[in-house]
């Protein structure tokens, strides 16, 4: 097998975990029990070790995915003159997970059926555990086989026999015409150990379609561009760990922000930025329940120990654990070639000012359509922007987690000001006692340093970090985040600033890499696709309504065959770095809300 654009993938999950299934039917992507645990299947980082299973049909034809209406139950077709098959794929949801699904059995279901004629179906399933460092053990049983390491355990039931080949097991068979049959990969523990029983697949469609079908139901948005706004929707819930609220900001690790190039990260943790825009997406949406979980998450995390460098981590484990040490996998290969593979991430040990804001505004915004927050709740915003007043003005590594020393940077502050902003409009709304708290000066102190050390006279916009000539799409989230009016000269200056210098067609950099501050890495990177997102919505609120859907409209058509959205996109169009990221598709919802609001 060669590796597969990044954009032929789609995504299915149970909201503890995700695998990535590509268009000839392989999953190339599957970390089990959670998000963040090690892969089973991680073909998409090395296509010889890394493991995968498929179930395709062996013709030659076109290949097709969709996912079923309004699901995140994916359909891989095959077709040919003579004969169609498809694999239907999903994860069950349990009830004690929201979902509609009896007991909790973990499993991925994959249904063979043919369409039409006598279809020739294989299988192979050649589980890699531990990021392929494992070895594992095959166990042949009545109605499949078990695949067994130390730490983790897989069941295959199968409904035809599979043979034993190495590392993995395989198969062929033939489907007449309406016929189907359901295989199972079943995540062992001690309560399932002894179970063997062939999978009710069609049961568990049908409850699996009813759950995604009924959380849509939900959704408020009824204006253009629907199908693109609800699937985005359905992806930041795949992307929500439903035991704790935590929301991950990507499923993959390590897929390269530039082809062969080494900025490749980890992206399967709670980022307090990514994760308080998604909560912020789903309640413009009517979603309330995902910003009360990820509340309670943030709270639990913020109420331990106070450290030196505040007291927000920058991102945490999807259980809330602060320490995600960064390491690299050299026996892998990367995506075609992309060295090295990392797991963890070092940017949990940044210091990240912008963090506060980005918080405070969707605690704000959850007080406003939620529910009210409680007193304690508002205890701990005291403790933390009391803390923030005294530590404003420090550099920091801000929104693109430079790693070639920190710097004033502009959004950083902009940040620091929507925290207090938000914080003030709280008390007021809330009649919470503000005391002897510091927070109006300081604000207004803060909103003064951009006006004048954040703002590049000669050029007309506001410049990266403080007093520089660097332009940053980041700028662009200032009317966004109410901090100046979008049809202040100053602001459409810097639209027209970064459209001239930053954009590409309808493609946005975050930074012109020459004049930005250092990140401390080689190479490029793609246009960051939220970026572009931005800037509709900054065009949207500044009355550019016409080239604001235009912009928007061709953002769309780089969306893959199934709607979904990476975090880069190459000068040509590729999907670059992880995958799907609920940063893009945020982006998408917040754009598509104000514009579609705009257009009336």
Not at 46 to 67: E, N, P, S, T
Not at 166 to 176: M, N, R
Not at 253 to 279: H, I, K, M
Not at 541 to 554: N, P, T
Request: charged fraction near 20%.
């Amino acid at each position: 097998m060669s590796y597969k654009p990044i954009e032929n993938y789609a995504v299915i999950g149970d909201l503890q975990s995700v695998a990535l299934v590509s268009m000839n039917g392989s999953i190339d992507w599957c970390c089990l029990p959670r998000f963040d645990s090690p892969s089973v299947f991680g073909r998409i980082l090395d296509d010889k070790k890394g493991g995968h299973f498929q179930i395709c049909a062996v013709q030659d034809g076109r290949l097709k995915q969709m996912y079923m209406p309004d699901t995140n139950v994916l359909l891989t077709r095959f077709l040919s003159s003579d004969a169609v098959g498809e694999v239907t794929d999903f994860m069950p949801v349990h009830r004690h997970m929201g979902g509609q699904t009896k007991g909790r059995m973990r499993q991925i279901i994959r249904i063979a059926k043919s369409v039409k004629g006598r279809v020739r179906f294989r299988l192979a399933c050649v589980p890699a555990f531990d990021y392929a460092r494992e070895p594992h053990t095959i166990e042949g049983f009545e109605r499949g086989v078990r695949f067994t390491a130390s730490a983790c355990s897989l069941k295959l039931v199968s409904p035809v026999p599979l043979q034993i080949d190495g590392s993995g097991v395989y198969a062929d068979f033939h489907l007449e015409p309406n016929e189907s049959l359901t295989f199972s990969l079943q995540l062992e523990d001690q309560s399932t150990a002894s179970q063997q029983e062939p999978a009710d697949g069609e049961a568990l469609l049908t409850e699996t379609v009813r759950f995604w079908r009924g959380w849509l139901t939900h959704c408020r948005y009824q204006g253009r561009w629907r199908e693109m706004v609800t699937r985005s929707a359905l992806v930041l819930k795949l992307l929500t760990y439903a035991p704790t609220g935590a929301v991950v900001a990507a499923a993959t690790c390590s897929l390269p922000e530039e082809v062969g190039g080494q900025r490749n990260w980890d992206y399967r943790y709670t980022w307090v930025r990514d994760a308080a825009f998604s909560v912020y997406a789903l309640m413009r949406l009517g979603y309330t329940e995902e910003a009360a979980a990820f509340t309670s998450f943030m709270q639990g995390c913020a109420i331990e120990g106070e450290r030196e460098e505040g007291p927000l981590n920058v991102l945490y484990g999807i259980d809330g654990r602060h320490e995600v040490p960064e390491h690299t996998l050299d026996h892998l290969d990367g995506y075609r070639g992309s060295k090295p593979v990392r797991i963890g991430n070092a940017a949990a040990r940044h210091f990240q000012l912008d963090i506060y804001g980005e918080l405070m505004d969707s605690i704000y915004l959850y007080d406003k359509y939620g529910s009210a927050l409680a007193y304690d709740a508002w205890q701990q915003v005291e403790r933390m922007l009391d803390w923030l007043t005294q530590n404003w003005e420090l550099a920091d590594q801000s929104i693109w987690e430079v790693r070639g020393g920190a710097q004033q940077f502009t959004y950083s502050k902009l940040q620091c000001w929507v925290a207090l902003d938000r914080g003030l409009r709280l008390a007021t709304k809330r009649s919470f006692p503000l005391g002897k708290h510091d927070w109006l000066r300081v604000r207004d102190t803060i909103y003064r340093r951009i006006m004048t050390e954040g703002w590049n006279a000669n050029l007309r916009t506001f410049s990266q970090y403080l007093g520089s000539d660097a332009v940053d799409a980041s700028a662009l989230m200032m009317p966004l985040m109410l901090f100046i009016s979008p049809t202040d000269p100053r602001m459409l200056s810097t639209i027209d600033t970064i459209r001239r210098e930053l954009v590409s067609d309808s493609l946005v950099y975050r930074y012109d890499m020459g004049k930005a501050a250092r990140d401390g890495l080689p190479g490029g990177e793609g246009t960051f696709s939220v970026c572009t997102f931005w800037l509709v919505e900054a065009l949207t609120r500044s009355g550019y309504l016409e080239d604001a859907q235009f912009l928007f409209e061709k953002m769309l058509t780089y969306a893959n065959h199934v709607g979904l959205f990476g975090e880069q996109l190459s000068p040509g169009g590729e999907t670059l770095g992880n995958f799907p990221q609920a940063f893009t598709h945020l982006g998408l919802i917040s754009a598509a809300f104000n514009l579609d609001k705009r257009l009336g």
